[in-house]
């Protein structure tokens, strides 16, 4: 209904390390739809091959503190060892303060990084805030994306999230190659009432005013990283 051609599916938290959803969704695609999946240390070789074979092309590990504990980066560490060969990319889901106490841990990973939903920046905050510096230098100096979604969540004043506008701009303008869309969609965990996909995407042309920055967001950026056309 969204008129997107291409999709990628982010594994939810709530179905665990099962991906076989995920897995149909992208084997009924016909080629269309790429994955993120979530892993534990007990998969093997065999099973990274065949989650790669069905299209999955990075994993996730979520951090949210409402979700789960504290960041555990020797466990992410471990596993991302496993998938250096496969081309593959680490999302990681952290709270905006996380980005700060973790910082030295975020820098020694040697796949790319894609930070989920901004970072769940505190708006309230501004700009200045230092987590939101943080993620920002993060993106001119490392092999890093930022995910851009989660309008619904970040936002203080709710739709249509003008507050949220600003932070979006901000990474998009620091490194346009390395920002990402997404919608969030279907909204996992959401108590406060479900957002209009439709309003989310209205976000777009706000974020990216001028065609050729778009253009990157919701096709170059996510074909490349995700290895559309492989």
């Given at each position: 209904m969204l008129g997107f051609d291409r999709s990628v599916i982010v594994q939810a938290t709530c179905h665990g390390t099962d991906n076989a959803a995920t897995l149909d969704a992208i084997a009924a695609s016909n080629g269309d739809w790429r994955g993120v999946a979530i892993v534990d240390e007990n998969f093997t070789d065999k099973d990274f091959e065949d989650l790669h074979a069905g299209g999955i092309r990075g994993?996730?590990?979520?951090?949210?503190?409402?979700?789960?504990?504290?960041?555990?980066?020797?466990?992410?560490?471990?596993?991302?060892?496993?998938?250096?060969?496969?081309?593959w990319h680490l999302v990681i889901y952290i709270e905006a303060e996380d980005i700060v106490e973790f910082n030295a841990d975020l820098r020694k990973f040697r796949l790319?990084?894609?930070?989920?939903?901004?970072?769940?920046?505190?708006?309230?905050?501004?700009?200045?805030?230092?987590?939101?510096?943080?993620?920002?230098?993060?993106m001119r100096n490392?092999?890093?994306?930022?995910?851009?979604?989660?309008?619904?969540?970040?936002?203080?004043?709710?739709?249509?999230?003008?507050?949220?506008?600003?932070?979006?701009?901000?990474?998009?303008?620091?490194n346009p190659d390395r920002a990402l869309w997404g919608t969030d969609w279907p909204h996992p965990n959401l108590w406060d009432g479900m957002p209009d996909d439709g309003h989310l995407v209205d976000l777009i042309p706000r974020y990216a005013p001028d065609r050729v920055t778009r253009q990157k967001l919701l096709v170059n950026n996510p074909a490349a990283l995700y290895g559309f056309g492989d």
């Open positions: 994993i996730r590990f979520s951090f949210a503190r409402h979700l789960s504990g504290p960041p555990n980066f020797d466990r992410v560490h471990r596993i991302a060892e496993k998938i250096e060969g496969l081309g790319p990084v894609v930070f989920d939903h901004m970072v769940r920046v505190k708006v309230a905050d501004g700009l200045e805030s230092e987590p939101f510096k943080l993620l920002l230098d993060f490392e092999d890093v994306w930022v995910k851009i979604s989660c309008a619904e969540r970040l936002s203080q004043m709710g739709a249509p999230y003008d507050d949220v506008v600003p932070f979006a701009q901000a990474v998009i303008e620091t």
